[in-house]
């Protein structure tokens, strides 16, 4: 860059960068600069006075919000989803319509305020004719996925911001809408950008089937296990095989530049199926996905069908399940299937049973990644209900502002934001079904009271409502902290600790489980699935028996899925495991290990590792959240053989 014009302030540098675009080379990104030039020769503004933040009136925001309701309800899910895994990082989650006006939004109470005095809030424009370079108006123009960082703004004004927003496209590809995570942060998250990119293709996939409920649906990849994935290609079509609809990934596959290339064509000219065996497929019963060539390039894709929504022959007019299993049949996670031997495994497994059509509250005691979730789905697939929703609530990803709608739910009106429709909490959703409330020890107080009257009253009333709505559900709850000891220190309700406390059942950790060879043996079977068969030898499986694993079975899993992909022949040997399990001396003795002596030293190096999950393993957030320095947390890290995943 230029020495002069390092020094220049904001608005200096952005003009010299319109003036000669020489001065900027390998410093500003190309679509940056497009964006300034646009800024000043275009919409004629200056970077060093920012208008006013432009906000419609109450009526307007009013009829954008009721013309984009059903997309609002389609993607408050994913935004709640997407700003559960930020959280914590101080991000607000926004949504806005084609012309850049923000429609509604899921924020860190951290960042509203902040949030708030730079224009990010409902109804405020941020199409970049007003706002200059911005995440959610350069985006809604460039019409990709994009990151516009700090002094990438335009206006000085907006420097602080760091903005990952990325299009939201209609079935037939219109650029309806922005999904952007807006921070403070001091450097340029891509993994944000990944994760708000991500949450964009997840609602135009909903929206897709949604809007195209009355069509037949197509849906293959390559790799049939990718099938029902956030990977697979999915397309429209009406009953003379004519194309209606596709979504991103179904162009990727099939190296279209543009969806126009697709919409009008007929499904035999891009698959060698007829049209009339393609709806017999739709209509078929079978879940085994049907081998598809490609018509231009002769690729092989696997495909499954699926018939409108309105058709009677539809089995319950719901979606088949597709699975790569060669018999059809496909595999569910039922209580027997969970224990190889282990003798606390397996008297969980008969307690559980023991109790399964009696209206008595399960609560499932564990580390993290001992598998409570999967017992949990055991429970419910074992069950009568098993046919019924089982809907899962994470009460520690969920910020406090938000934990009550998502359980509750809220009739329209109810808060401002809210969608037209209203929303079906969690619990209504899992009527006659199961209700699993994970990490329950991190509810907050005010709400532990309004869950106990929905146990013990059976009915719930929404946000914003009057009349109690009946429940039949079945509550399982799960946590890796003391509840007792919350109890006593005033942070959980005994009222409430009773009535979730109908039997405790505990999930050993993997390290004291006496069946973890055939254990491991089992889920490198799974996860191999139908490909060719890999064995582990007698060396590698005794570093894997011998691991402290402080991640437990989800490490397990990683770690296996990692020894697959790079296995080169038919067994995995000792010298393919990674170092932090093998860790060899020179002499060749295995090192000496971190092996808890107390109760106390098991449950921080939980709760270490449990902040380190949810920061994504960022030790700067850790070490700000548990208020201690960097080099206490690599310290902490080191003594209890705490390694990130690799």
Same mark, same amino acid.
């Given at each position: ?8 302030? !904001? ?9 000669? @675009? ?20 275009? !919409? ?22 009721? @013309?984009?309701? !059903? +997309? ?102 219109? +650029? ?31 929206? +897709? ?242 869950? +106990? ?30 509840? =007792? &000891? ?36 089992? &889920? ?6 139908? @490909? ?9 499986? =005794?570093? &894997? ?93 080191? @003594? ?7």
């Amino acid at each position: 860059m230029n020495s002069d014009n390092a020094n220049l302030p !904001h608005y200096g540098f952005v003009k010299a960068a319109v003036r000669d @675009r020489r001065t900027v080379e390998n410093v500003v990104n190309e679509q940056i600069i497009r964006s300034w030039e646009r800024c000043i020769n275009d !919409h004629i503004l200056d970077p060093e006075y920012r208008p006013e933040t432009v906000v419609v009136d109450h009526k307007d925001l009013k009829q954008r919000q009721e @013309r984009y309701s !059903h +997309l609002s309800a389609i993607a408050f899910s994913e935004m709640t989803n997407l700003y559960q895994q930020v959280a914590g990082s101080g991000h607000s989650i926004l949504l806005t319509d084609s012309e850049g006006v923000v429609v509604n939004y899921v924020s860190d109470p951290m960042f509203t305020n902040i949030a708030g005095k730079t224009g990010l809030q409902l109804g405020a424009v941020w199409a970049e004719q007003t706002q200059g370079t911005n995440g959610m108006g350069t985006c809604l123009i460039e019409k990709r996925p994009l990151i516009i960082h700090k002094n990438e703004h335009f206006f000085s004004q907006n420097t602080h911001l760091s903005c990952s927003a990325a299009p939201i496209l209609d079935p037939t590809g219109e +650029l309806i809408a922005v999904l952007d995570a807006s921070s403070h942060s001091h450097q340029a998250q891509q993994h944000t950008m990944v994760l708000v990119n991500m949450s964009a293709q997840l609602i135009e996939n909903r929206l +897709l089937f949604c809007c195209m409920r009355d069509n037949y649906i197509l849906r293959f990849h390559s790799r049939p296990e990718f099938i029902t994935t956030l990977g697979e290609g999915v397309l429209a079509f009406d009953g003379d095989g004519c194309i209606k609809a596709a979504n991103r990934s179904a162009l990727f596959q099939l190296d279209m530049a543009n969806i126009k290339g697709l919409l009008g064509q007929r499904i035999e000219a891009l698959f060698d199926i007829h049209i009339s065996n393609a709806l017999s497929n739709a209509h078929d019963l079978a879940t085994v996905p049907t081998a598809l060539q490609d018509i231009i390039h002769g690729r092989r894709f696997y495909a499954g069908f699926q018939p409108p929504s309105s058709d009677k022959r539809r089995p319950n007019g719901r979606s088949k399940r597709f699975t790569t299993s060669t018999s059809g049949n496909e595999v569910k996670p039922v209580l027997d299937d969970l224990e190889f031997g282990d003798t606390r495994m397996c008297r969980n497994i008969e307690r559980a049973k023991k109790l399964l059509e009696r209206n008595i509250p399960f609560i499932i005691l564990g580390e993290t990644g001992t598998g409570k979730d999967v017992f949990v789905k055991a429970v419910h697939k074992s069950s009568r209900r098993a046919d019924k929703p089982l809907i899962a609530v994470n009460c520690a990803s969920l910020p406090e502002t938000l934990i009550e709608s998502e359980l509750f739910g809220y009739r329209s009106g109810a808060f401002t934001g809210a969608n037209k429709e209203g929303y079906r909490g969690k619990i209504v959703q899992a009527n006659g079904g199961t209700l699993f409330l994970d990490e329950i020890g991190d509810m907050p107080l005010h709400l532990q009271a309004r869950l +106990l009257r929905v146990l013990e009253e059976r009915e719930v009333i929404p946000l914003g409502g009057e009349v109690p709505i009946k429940v039949d559900i079945r509550l399982v709850s799960a946590t890796h902290k003391d509840l =007792q &000891l919350l109890v006593d220190e005033g942070r959980f309700r005994l009222d409430l600790y009773y009535r979730l406390n109908g039997i405790s059942l505990k999930m050993p950790p993997l390290r004291d489980r006496e069946d973890r060879d055939a254990l491991i043996k089992h &889920l490198l079977e799974q996860e191999i699935g139908d @490909r060719e068969r890999i064995i582990i030898e007698d060396k590698a499986l =005794q570093a &894997l028996h011998d691991y402290y694993w402080p991640g437990n079975i989800r490490q397990l899993r990683n770690i296996l899925r990692i020894l697959i992909g790079l296995c080169d022949n038919t067994s995995i040997r000792v010298e393919d495991l990674p170092d932090e399990i093998v860790n060899v001396s020179y002499s060749g003795e295995p090192t000496q290990r971190f092996r808890p002596t107390n109760s106390l030293d098991i449950a921080e190096r939980d709760a270490i590792l449990r902040e380190l999950e949810a920061a994504h393993w960022n030790i700067t957030r850790v070490a700000s959240k548990l208020h201690i320095s960097r080099n206490t947390v690599y310290r902490k890290m080191k @003594r209890f053989d705490i390694r990130p995943p690799r």
